[in-house]
T-cell receptor, first 115, second 114 residues
């Protein structure tokens, strides 16, 4: 078990471009979460999956954001028409059962910079 | 809705000194409480969690936390800090029912002087 993997670690993109991030959770974990973290703040919840079903989305997840977990394994988070305000660390976490009860295992994150 | 307050943005301690990081929560029922640590450029690592039972919880790396319902607090402590403990510490509270998605505090940055 190699933990939660996120790719890429860093991404620099021009405003208006689309970006996609990937997360590979711990294989036995059925829940996968996406969080966003800006400088000096704690992680903010974006969305989560139980197996392949997307069960909850935050109001932070505008229509430019979409997430998938097609086979209940890895997940992708896509941001369309990026804006400078999207610059942040995007964290993926997984858990067996509810992460709000048992705790999360986080990946190292993807740092997005929109120029 | 639940909320979490970490009143200290930065805490500076000398190596070997004791540490206490404060966390206050606002939630109507018994909360699920967590402390996570984040080293620079890394994801968060779970230190400890509480949701019932003994109010003094032991975690990894020599950390402990005490749940005090009367004060709505869940403070993190360590008797002797090591230089490697320098990091960002986040308290989180999970709501019961539904998806149990936790809310994170803004974090406390721990600086350790040699």
């Amino acid at each position: 078990d190699t933990g939660v993997s996120q790719d890429p670690r860093h991404k620099i993109t021009k405003r208006g471009q689309n970006v996609t991030f990937r997360c590979d959770p711990i294989s036995e974990h059925n829940r996968l979460y996406w969080y966003r973290q800006t400088l000096g703040q704690g992680p903010e919840f974006l969305t989560y999956f139980q197996n392949e079903a997307q069960l909850e989305k935050s109001r932070l997840l505008s229509d430019r954001f979409s997430a998938e977990r097609p086979k209940g394994s890895f997940s992708t988070l896509e941001i369309q028409r990026t804006e400078q305000g999207d610059s942040a660390m995007y964290l993926c976490a997984s858990s067996m059962g509810a992460g709000g009860i048992y705790g999360y295992t986080f990946g190292s994150g993807t740092r997005l910079t929109v120029v | 809705a639940q909320s979490v307050t970490q009143p200290d943005i930065h805490i500076t301690v000398s190596e070997g000194a004791s540490l206490e990081l404060r966390c206050n929560y606002s939630y109507g029922a018994t909360p699920y409480l967590f402390w996570y640590v984040q080293s620079p450029g890394q994801g968060l690592q779970l230190l400890l969690k509480y949701f019932s039972g003994d109010t003094l919880v032991q975690g990894i790396k020599g950390f402990e936390a005490e749940f005090k319902r009367s004060q709505s607090s869940f403070n993190l402590r360590k008797p002797s800090v090591h230089w490697s403990d320098a990091a960002e510490y986040f308290c989180a509270v999970g709501r019961s029912g539904g998806s149990y998605i936790p809310t994170f505090g803004r974090g406390t940055s721990l600086i350790v002087h040699p």
